[in-house]
């Protein structure tokens, strides 16, 4: 997968996840051009919308990211990098 | 269910497909199951995980970056985490229900009996595929002597906003089809549940097809664009045509976790679309957030707000017309 591709496949994964601060148009705008950098912890997510974000990049990008290891990676343009160093 | 649960685990490999099985089987489950669950993995299961839990803590080689647990420990952990939950209820024993597919998004959970004189309650899921709690914790909250549940589910990425597509091709396709798919004529009396991303369509239920009551627990706005872009007009507006149209309009609750503030903000709005009762749920030492139901089970309070707001109301105007 492209950078843009995972940037794509990860706001879908967060839209399935129901994760309100990425309804925001500008944001998500921002974070697939790459302009914008988003907080994990600012995504507020419960403990199933990790599970479920780290399913999808599991499913869609073949690599195994846990979800106690998810807040620890930081931003979503870090955890990008490490599923493209990843593949 | 314990054959389907060995088959499954050992067809995963790592941790994030071993959490897809469980929160699938959370989404889905009965009480009766889930104790089937515990039974099976014998008597020492309290004491196993208690060590498992000890070991996790001083073993340096489990807090390396990325360590995998191993499968019988992720069994153990969900298990333990999800019977913490279903405890709460303090029943002695497992609230009977059985689970029966309707169709692909839609499952009727009931312990049989004659439906006249059980309420059925329509339950509208949020994104997570469950109403707030896994399916079993929630079961174990409802008599299932009074009560059947039908479980509305969505396909993923879609929300309700569309309707079921083995149903119709709209909302109000899919709400016209409930009533028959369901049986609710069949039953003393039909209420709407709807958490989350479920609350709004369990409003529009609850007033197209006139039902006595309607809980929206943590519901979206009525001016949420999404609505919009489906329906071609505010789900508010549409929400006020139909209890205009109602003879005999439900009795609607609309309740919110006090600190999450867009929750407040929806309901609110909402109110001003249809005569509501708002109930503001909080905790005076926790946060109360978005996932009310989690607050409420926390208080052992889960069973009597559903009683009190939705389940329980006056006969006079609950009984179905027949």
Known sequence: ?87 | MIEYYRRAARRCSSVNQFNALHIGLANRITPLELVALRQAQGPWFVARTLLQQVLRLLSPVSRLWGAQPPPAELRDRWLRKLLGLYAQAAKPRPEPYRRRRLSRHLRLYSAGGARQDKTLLICFVGSSQRPFLPVPVFLQHLDAALSDVLMVGYPRGNGHRHGLPELGSTLEETIDKLRKLAGIDAYRRCVALGTSGGGTPALLTALRLGLPGVLSAGGGSPTDPRWFAALGEDVGELARRYAAASSNPPRVVLAFGVDAQKDVIAAQAFAECVPAVLRPIRDRRLESPHNLFQTLLRRRRLQGFLEATVLQLPPQAGDLAR
């Open chain 1, 1 to 87: 997968m492209t950078e843009p591709q995972i940037r794509a496949m990860l706001v879908e994964a967060l839209e399935y996840a129901s994760v309100i601060a990425l309804r925001d148009k500008n944001l998500t705008e921002a974070f697939l051009s790459g302009t914008s950098e988003v907080a994990i912890d600012a995504l507020d997510m419960d403990s199933l919308a990790e599970m479920e974000l780290c399913i999808a990049i599991e499913v869609n990008a073949g690599v195994s990211i846990v979800p106690e290891r998810l807040r620890k990676i930081g931003t979503l343009g870090r955890l990008v990098a490490l599923i493209q160093s990843r593949q």
